[in-house]
């Protein structure tokens, strides 16, 4: 069982091959496809985890498409002050699928 631990937007996650994984908004190259930099890999029983030897390692992966994420509304409110401010966010995502681990 092989599987590596990638950066993917601030957060990491544990992907295998054929894992379908959402992200932050990330640039393709012009095939569709993403580098992502490993921070560990399990080879069945070895595990590294030595920037040294992740350098080598390569995670690949195909963006499926970009869509957005939920809408989440921010509101701030002062009593007797007259104050109150509302304030609307969606992150922009991407889903992609991890091709290969080499």
Same mark, same amino acid.
């Given at each position: 069982m092989v599987y590596a631990v990638v950066r993917a937007g601030g957060r990491q996650e544990k992907v295998e091959v054929g894992t379908i994984v959402t992200m932050d908004r990330i640039k393709a190259d012009k095939d569709g496809k993403v580098v992502l930099a490993p921070v560990l890999l399990v080879?069945?029983?070895?595990?590294?985890?030595?920037?040294?030897?992740?350098?080598?390692?390569?995670?690949?992966?195909?963006?499926?498409?970009?869509?957005?994420?939920?809408?989440?509304?921010?509101?701030?409110? +002062?009593?007797?002050?007259?104050? +109150?401010?509302?304030?609307?966010?969606?992150?922009?995502?991407?889903?992609? +699928?991890?091709?290969?681990? +080499?």
């Amino acid at each position: 069982m092989v599987y590596a631990v990638v950066r993917a937007g601030g957060r990491q996650e544990k992907v295998e091959v054929g894992t379908i994984v959402t992200m932050d908004r990330i640039k393709a190259d012009k095939d569709g496809k993403v580098v992502l930099a490993p921070v560990l890999l399990v080879d069945g029983d070895k595990i590294t985890s030595d920037a040294k030897s992740l350098a080598k390692v390569t995670v690949t992966a195909e963006v499926l498409g970009d869509l957005r994420g939920p809408k989440i509304v921010i509101q701030k409110f +002062k009593n007797k002050t007259g104050y +109150k401010k509302r304030q609307g966010h969606r992150q922009e995502l991407t889903r992609v +699928k991890i091709t290969g681990i +080499k």
